[in-house]
């Protein structure tokens, strides 16, 4: 059947709103991260009088940008890298076997995703404070306090979602690789992953996206040597002034390698995602 022409002007119309709202904040960045200070603190233009790539080399001057830039990367590698491999064997025993318990577990998980996460933060900061106390073990302030904090919002998610993508992936796979000899464990590596590649790849996009802009955990859990970029961006807001033109800079900067790896790998976020929203 034919579309109408009212439908096809209208989703057109619809999609070219959509796209004025998406690209002119961007382009507001861009020419602004070309505008002198004076320029982006005077009266607005769309256009820059004066262009300049002056704050572009001041930005990593204001503010250690690239050792906050660094901190952002190992903690929301780790995080997502330790949150997909615990959430996949969570995920298969939900997916594979009938336990005791097995019901209480999902809806728990799934129930944290409805608490804010402000409620989470007072309890993480005892017990990270009572550990160094105990046992020496530094958490807070440190990288691998931050990836344990980062992993209690991205873990259920993530054991929720590889669920659902588990589930749609037949039994008869592990069965037969079974009947080769393979272990619970050997079927889920062999056969299993490779099939959910997808799936584990969205999961972990997710993973990392979410730890790399969160906000609240990090401006408690870390310090000047640990803080992200979430956090340090603001670091150009001083008491005198703000470098408007140097943050817009700075955010063009560090979303490059984001924007390039979410596009490269979008398709497997596409399909991730409706295979896990099946369940």
């Known amino acids: 059947m034919r579309e109408p022409m009212s439908l096809r002007w209208t989703r057109r119309v619809v999609?070219?709103?959509?796209g004025i709202f998406t690209l002119v904040p961007i382009y507001i960045m861009i020419?602004?991260?070309l505008k002198p200070l004076k320029d982006v603190?005077?009266?607005f233009t769309w256009w820059p009088?004066?262009?300049?790539f002056q704050p572009f080399r001041e930005m990593w001057k204001t503010i250690p940008l690239a050792h906050y830039f660094v901190n952002s990367l190992v903690v929301s590698t780790a995080s997502s890298i330790a949150s997909v491999v615990i959430a996949l064997l969570a995920a298969y025993s939900l997916s594979r076997y009938r336990f005791r318990g097995r019901q209480a577990f999902s809806v728990t998980v799934l129930s944290t995703q409805m608490f804010p996460g402000i409620l989470f933060l007072l309890p993480l900061f005892v017990i990270f404070v009572n550990i160094s106390k105990v046992i020496g073990i530094n958490l807070y302030g440190s990288r691998l306090g931050l990836t344990i904090t980062f992993m209690t919002f991205t873990l259920p998610f993530a054991?929720?979602?590889?669920t659902g993508y588990l589930d749609s992936i037949p039994r008869a796979l592990d069965e037969a690789a079974m009947v080769d000899g393979a272990g619970p464990l050997g079927a889920l590596f062999r056969v299993v992953v490779p099939a959910a590649i997808p799936g584990i790849v969205a999961v972990a996009i997710y993973a990392f996206m979410t730890a790399w802009g969160e906000v609240l955990f990090a401006s408690v859990m870390t310090d000047q040597s640990t803080r992200t970029l979430a956090v340090?961006?603001?670091?150009?807001v001083t008491?005198?002034?703000v470098?408007?033109?140097q943050i817009m800079a700075a955010s063009l900067t560090v979303s490059i390698p984001i924007v390039a790896a979410f596009l490269l790998l979008q398709r497997f976020m596409v399909s991730g995602m409706t295979a896990g929203a099946v369940k």
């Open 232 to 236: 340090g961006l603001r670091g150009y």
């Open 31 to 33: 020419t602004s991260s």
């Open 243 to 245: 470098y408007w033109n």
């Open 159 to 162: 054991i929720w979602m590889l």
């Open 239 to 241: 008491q005198n002034d």
């Open 41 to 43: 603190q005077g009266t």
């Open 49 to 52: 009088s004066t262009v300049t």
């Open 15 to 18: 999609l070219v709103v959509l």
